[in-house]
């Protein structure tokens, strides 16, 4: 999920916690504090909501140490120097029964420029392959054909002992920005696991994290209503990365000190990667829409099956959950699934196949490596 | 061949361009975007049309706009109830109105500034009983009001006018005409006076028109025009009483009463309409009919009615000395002369332009310019009564407005007067009508 | 309505279109001058011509200026608050001898702008009202998610090369703490002018002018002079490289970006097409530039519909509340009139803005860099001279120190917004720094 679908989800977290906190307290008093006041305690949800990623992407990742790193240039390009490492370090941590990192640069020519290339791990035959890629610029990761390598010199593989277990069978690229890197865990069973940008989705992305933050709430607030509304946004509101996250198929880190491994996600998001952030950003937007329509003074719409069965916001909890169905029913979903189909239909005609489990798995991972989309 | 995108020369089964990296094959002819611009045409030509047309907004009901409307755009459709209304100010008038009910409910139209000179100019200011489209602004206050801002969206419609004469109005009943109906009639203007409202300028002596200030202030009817000739008048009918009935009367059939006078015996009633039949000064009591009966009515002052009025009576059904009769004794009491009064519109036709000719005084309605002396010079409340000395015998002269002489006159003094012949007791006199091209002038 | 004032309607809005794709040829114009420009013809010529063809020549004006000012951004390098986010991109279409190209997706994107304003915003009008309604309370917070969006979303470009961990955080944080100083120097900047700005009075309307031009238009023009800046030859192709695709996502994306900004106070096109490019997950230049293009016009030219809609009446934006000093709409016929009149514009202007990239595409390369840019900058110095007086100059040159900020840690310039962004935001917070600042 991008940085922003994160964001939004927070801010939508914290307007489900405003509403709630609104009923629990009474006489209107968080929503007042937010119209009238002018309180910016929503935000809160949105800040929270991306701090994982930020954690990740701002510190985690250089926290990481690395035992090995390729670094290459435009002048000194070595595919072999790229798999001997690789297989180097998978070998030392079977040997030496220990965790192994290695970094590998990307290879930058100018500004907009870098030189990608490719590693795959071919587990069955226990080897690492790596070929260097053409030229390509900027973020579109568009390719200058020209600047292809002979095959002799873009061409190298190299042999490692031990058993590799490595849930990405696809190619990993590595081209812009900063490159990713792998750590290889020693099994019990003998077997080498392979880990994909290690540092991601681990202690920042755990419900942990999520409870040890919300204090903030009272920092900021002390211990009022407000105060507590706050602690619940901030926890939620980071909880709510987690979940969306979960969606995918990387998964995460749940509650770190206790548990050391990611939990896979859902699988849900697939490849549609682009639709899926549209409709999380739709559902989110709509939602604090109607949200924001529960807690302000006046009503501006109604839903009608609320009216149907005649209640009104005095009744606040029944109203509420009739008319948040309703509005699910009659606005959130029907766009939704109808452009699903409409562009499923156009997948199908145009001949799109689905993404296989694994290769999907591999983009969102590249998506996640460089952090653009944070 | 060469890239289609930046033109340098590449092999040429490559797809992508090696040196910018372009897709050689999948791209958007510029002139298929052209296609996409030219098809902008289409929208906006839909739009000139829509605006051409401009049938936009549905016509709501008066009494369903509400505070929830307040600043939207509205259309409503009514009839006229009020004359419109000008607001003055040194620079001209700045604002005019009027009034419209559809049935449900009423509506301050109101045109602004630079709007006003040209709704004169397209003659788009309505009279009382015109039918009215108009889209606009609503304001919702104390009262519900509509600015109009251009005014192609304000439509009138004058309904057809019945020809009418000066008598037939004059003696109508209140059943003969409904209020608000259109009329036009010919005549001569005899009498100018000034109210708050605007003028009452009286035709041919017997019935009034009520020229609102809206129309003399944007200058749609000019009384100097007006009082050029014979002209034709268009305008509604208003029933005006000078005293609104009360509640408290009971409004009774004569005929009715007389039959069993018993039981109305000390009520109070209110006839609507009776015609005085004879006056008795001294006893200060008039015989009166209604409804094929006759009745006296016994009031303080009957001097300022004259046998033939019609008149609308409010008083108490007593017994006196044996002999029924209304007593209109109490401050509610009444007896008031009611009578039909023409609303102008804005608009008139000159029939007869006459100018002021140097002849004696002998034609009713005829415009006259006489020179003489002043022989005697009294005011009285309304204006100033002049005894003329010229050409050896005497005219009565009826100035009407105090404005239209400079200061009291002295008797020998030399003046030459303009006015109209007009019939005043059964005798003719001059009368120099204010507003009008009528003047008295001193000769040094 | 009446033929004869229709076609004089068309009338005015040819020429609407025509002046103001002269002036937006300018280098460092900005809408705000072409507001300025027109109320000065406005109250010459005001008494005499209707106020309704008066908007419709407004409305010609804002779209020829919301189509052809791309050229001058692109060719001049002199962007404002809005074309800052196409401009690495563009710079790049240049190097790659595309500029052409650039400027036919960022009108075409303008061009299904045009079609969202016209079509889809009538459609919508209801609902917007109602979120408009809804949102209005919660402006305050909207606004500063945004401006925390903003902040949160800046990334390190550090390529990972460090020794140790601390050294890792500081590359990292160098690029990201740039941009927040970029971020609180402008928003520092922009609270001082809105509180107390040392523009002399008679030209306060232009108070934002001189800001926005240091931090966006010469800072980029000092940048090219300082490096090695040249434009080869330019190709001028008869097709594009993108597919439908590219372009319907990035117009829609740019329409909603635009139409956010059109909404929100504060929010500038730029910003809202950022926004809507994250929140449509896009990829890619081309519709990059497609979304800038539409999110452009529909933000400009938007604010316009927006404030003729017969429910909505917004008035949001400079040139709403330009037109709103003389002018209360009221009919749908001036709605539709005015949307008439957006489509009108938006034709003739996608076609001056082709053929202006075609001459400027053949004439750019002829020409001495180092002697166009100083020749932009000059016009830019006189021009704010002329519309700011030397206090605009002072104004203008604290800015651009600002500006540079980022252009030289290679940081987000967009971060430069919050002169606008921070001051509107404290103030519907009802935060006040000013006093502070000892600005009152």
């Known amino acids: 999920m991008k940085g922003f679908a994160h964001f939004l989800a927070g801010l939508t977290t914290a307007t489900f916690v405003v509403v709630i906190a609104n009923a629990f307290y009474g006489h209107n008093m968080i929503a007042n504090a937010i119209i009238q006041n002018k309180e910016l305690i929503i935000i809160l949800g949105g800040i929270f909501g991306i701090l994982p990623d930020t954690i990740d992407f701002r510190f985690a990742k250089y926290l990481q140490k690395h035992d090995y790193e390729v670094d290459m240039d435009e002048w000194n390009i070595d595919p072999q120097r790229v798999a001997d490492t690789l297989a180097k370090a998978i070998n030392q941590a079977h040997d030496e029964n220990r965790e192994v990192n290695v970094m590998l640069h990307t290879i930058k020519i100018s500004s907009d420029q870098w030189r990608q290339y490719n590693v795959r791990f071919d587990t069955e035959n226990n080897k690492v392959v790596c070929e260097i890629g053409p030229i390509i610029s900027g973020f579109e990761k568009r390719p200058y054909i020209n600047t292809y390598l002979p095959e002799d010199k873009a061409y190298a593989e190299a042999e490692f002992k031990p058993k590799l277990n490595y849930g990405y069978d696809a190619v990993t690229h590595v081209d812009i920005l900063s490159g990713p890197d792998f750590s290889f865990f020693p099994e019990k069973d003998g077997s080498v696991r392979a880990d994909f940008i290690p540092w991601h989705r681990r202690w920042g992305h755990s419900i942990t994290m999520g409870v040890l933050f919300a204090p903030i709430g009272f920092m900021l607030y002390g211990f009022t209503p407000l105060g507590w509304t706050a602690f619940w946004i901030i926890m939620l509101g980071y909880w709510s990365h987690i979940l969306t996250d979960h969606f995918g198929l990387m998964g995460s880190n749940m509650f770190p000190p206790f548990t050391t491994r990611r939990v896979p996600g859902f699988k849900v998001t697939r490849s549609m990667s682009t639709l899926a952030n549209i409709y999380t950003n739709y559902t989110n937007i709509m939602l604090m829409i109607f949200n924001m329509n529960a807690w302000s003074p006046v009503l501006y719409f109604k839903m009608p099956w609320a009216t149907m069965l005649g209640l009104t916001r005095s009744n606040f909890v029944e109203w509420y959950i009739v008319s948040l169905l309703n509005y699910i029913v009659y606005y959130i979903l029907p766009p939704i699934l109808v452009s699903y189909f409409v562009v499923a239909y156009i997948r199908k005609r145009k001949g799109i196949e689905e993404l296989s489990d694994k290769e999907a798995r591999t983009r969102e991972q590249m998506e996640e490596v460089s952090g653009v989309n944070v | 061949m060469k890239c289609p995108s930046c033109g340098l020369e590449i092999p040429d089964d490559t797809v992508i361009c090696p040196y910018c990296t372009a897709h050689v094959k999948k791209r958007v002819r510029i002139k298929t975007l052209y296609i996409l611009a030219l098809s902008l045409i289409i929208v906006s030509s839909v739009y000139a049309t829509l605006a051409y047309t401009n049938s936009g907004v549905g016509v709501s009901k008066i009494a369903n706009l509400s505070i929830d409307d307040n600043y939207r755009f509205v259309h409503v459709q009514g009839t006229v109830t009020g004359y419109p209304f000008a607001y003055e100010t040194p620079y001209g008038v700045s604002q005019i109105g009027f009034t419209i009910s559809d049935g449900t409910g009423q509506l301050t139209v109101k045109i602004y500034s630079n709007l006003v000179a040209q709704a004169v100019k397209e003659h788009k200011v309505p009279g009382l009983g015109d039918w009215v489209d108009v889209q606009g602004t609503f304001s919702y206050g104390t ?27 004059a003696s109508a009943t209140p059943w003969t005409f409904k209020n608000n109906e259109p009329v036009t009639l010919k005549g001569n203007i005899t009498g100018v006076r000034q109210y708050s409202f605007g003028y009452i300028a009286t035709i041919d002596n017997r019935v009034d028109l009520l020229i609102p200030k809206a129309y003399t202030a944007l200058n749609m009817l000019n009384l100097r025009e007006l009082g050029s000739g014979v002209v034709q008048f268009y305008g509604a009918l ?18 009715e009463v007389m039959k069993a006078p018993e039981s109305y015996n000390r009520t109070n009633v209110h006839i609507p309409w009776a015609d005085v039949l004879a006056k008795n000064d001294t006893a200060g009591t008039l015989l009166i009919r209604a409804n094929e009966t006759n009745i006296t009515v016994y009031a303080k002052d009957v001097r300022r009615y004259r046998v033939g009025d019609h008149v609308e009576i409010q008083g108490k059904f007593v017994n006196y000395h044996g002999e029924w009769e209304i007593s209109v004794l109490r401050k509610t009491d009444f007896i008031t002369t009611p009578s039909w009064e023409v609303v102008a519109h804005p608009s008139f036709k000159v029939i007869e332009k006459k100018s002021y000719v140097n002849e004696t005084p002998e034609r009713l309605n005829s415009l006259v310019r006489i020179s003489g002396v002043v022989a005697d010079f009294r005011p009285l409340s309304s204006g100033y009564l002049i005894t003329l000395w010229s050409n050896n015998s005497s005219y009565s002269v009826y100035v009407e407005n105090v404005m239209s002489v400079s200061g009291a006159l002295n008797s020998g003094e030399k003046i030459v007067v303009k006015g109209m012949v007009t019939e005043y007791n059964g005798a003719l006199e001059i009368k120099v ?12 | 309505m009446m033929l004869s004032y229709i076609l004089m309607a068309i009338l005015f809005v040819l020429i609407g279109t025509l002046i103001g794709s002269m002036l937006s040829m300018l280098p460092g114009l900005h809408v705000y001058n072409v507001i300025g420009f027109f109320l000065l013809f406005y109250f ?41 986010f196409i401009l690495m991109p563009t710079q790049r279409y240049l190097k790659e001898r595309k500029g052409h190209e650039a400027v036919v997706l960022i009108a075409t994107g303008a061009l299904v702008g045009v079609m969202a304003i016209t079509i889809f915003v009538p459609i919508f009008m209801n609902v917007l009202g109602i979120v408009w309604d809804i949102a209005m309370p919660n402006i305050h917070w909207i606004i500063g998610a945004v401006i925390a969006y903003m902040l949160l979303s800046e990334f390190p470009k550090d390529f990972g090369r460090h020794k140790n961990a601390l050294h890792g955080l500081k590359e990292a944080w160098k690029t990201i703490l740039a941009g927040y100083l970029t971020f609180f120097l402008a928003g520092l900047l922009g609270v001082i002018l809105y509180s107390k700005t040392i523009i002399p009075a008679n030209h306060a309307f232009q108070s934002l002018m001189a800001p926005l031009i240091g931090l966006f238009a010469t800072s980029s023009i000092i940048l090219n002079l300082i490096s090695k800046y040249e434009i080869p030859e330019q190709n001028i192709p008869k097709s594009v490289d993108a597919q439908p695709n590219d372009i ?71 040139l709403a509340m330009g037109i709103n000093l003389f002018f209360t709409p009221e009919t749908v016929g001036q709605f539709y009139l005015v949307d008439a009149g957006i489509a009108l514009a938006g ?21 001495n ?37 980022p252009v030289l840690f290679n940081s987000r310039r967009s971060h430069c917004l919050a002169v606008i962004l921070v001051p509107i935001w404290l103030n519907m917070s009802g935060i006040a720094l000013a006093p502070y600042l000892g600005l009152w």
């Open chain 3, 248 to 318: 319907t996502h990035g117009a829609v994306a740019g329409s909603l970006g635009g139409l956010f900004a059109a909404f929100i106070p504060a929010v500038t096109a730029g910003v809202g097409g950022y926004m809507a490019s994250h929140a449509f997950a896009q990829k890619g230049d081309k519709s990059f530039l497609v979304s800038m293009g539409a999110s452009r016009v529909v933000y400009y030219v938007g604010a316009i519909a927006l404030f003729f809609l017969p429910t909505l009446h917004l008035r949001r934006g400079a």
């Open chain 2, 433 to 444: 009508r204010a507003y009008t091209d009528d003047s008295v002038e001193v000769i040094a």
């Open chain 2, 238 to 255: 208003l029933f005006y009483q000078p005293v609104k009935p009360s509640s408290d009367y009971t409004t009774v059939n004569l005929s």
């Open chain 3, 44 to 84: 010459t010529m005001g008494l005499v011509i209707d106020p309704m063809l008066m908007v419709l020549m407004l409305i010609g004006m804002l779209v020829s200026y919301a189509f052809v000012f791309t050229i001058s951004s692109i060719y001049f390098s002199a962007p404002d608050d809005s074309t800052m």
């Open chain 2, 143 to 169: 009262r519900k009001s509509l600015t109009v801002n251009d005014l192609y969206l304000l439509q009138i419609k004058h309904t057809g006018y019945s020809e009418e004469n000066v008598n037939s109005i």
């Open chain 3, 347 to 367: 034709i003739v202007s996608f076609f001056i803005v082709l053929y202006l990239s075609k001459f400027l595409a053949r004439v750019i390369p002829k020409i």
């Open chain 3, 369 to 405: 860099p180092k002697l166009l840019n100083i020749v932009v900058l000059g016009i830019i110095i006189v021009l704010v001279y002329i519309m700011t007086s030397w206090q605009g100059l002072i104004i203008m040159s604290v800015a651009t120190a600002i500006g540079l900020v």
